[in-house]
């Protein structure tokens, strides 16, 4: 299971950090992932890091999030800098068996698990 929690209400400019704590199986095998999806849209991609720790962004938030794994912890963090209204979303984590170490995958369809959810609601 994926739990995913840490999200809220905050300002404009705000940051938060968001964790995804996985139980019943070993992260060390997978990429993690962060999508998204705002209300009336698509969910979409935000973040990956690989096994061996390399973080992979979309391009409307790089600079601004950074992903971060915590392999002993059994953790995935997402960290929210900055943020902004057009970031209001629910943000998912989601786990990608990789047998290689550098790879992983931006479509949401190529992840194996996914967690529930976290609601962050950025106010201006």
């Known amino acids: 299971q994926l739990q995913a929690s840490g999200g809220g209400l905050v300002q404009a400019g705000d940051s938060l950090r968001l964790s995804c704590a996985v139980s019943?199986?070993?992260?060390?095998?997978?990429?993690m992932g962060w999508f998204r999806q705002a209300p009336t849209k698509e969910r979409e991609f935000v973040a990956a890091i690989t096994r061996n720790g390399s973080p992979y962004y979309a391009d409307s938030v790089k600079g601004q999030f950074a992903i971060s794994r915590n392999n002993a912890e059994n953790t995935a963090y997402l960290h929210l800098n900055n943020l902004k209204p057009e970031d209001t979303a629910v943000y998912y984590c989601?786990?990608?068996?990789?047998?290689?170490?550098?790879?992983?995958?931006?479509?949401?369809?190529?992840?194996?698990?996914w967690g529930q959810g976290t609601l962050v609601t950025v106010s201006s």
């Open positions: 989601a786990a990608d068996y990789q047998r290689l170490p550098h790879t992983y995958n931006r479509q949401s369809g190529g992840y194996d698990y």
């Open positions: 019943g199986r070993r992260i060390n095998l997978y990429a």
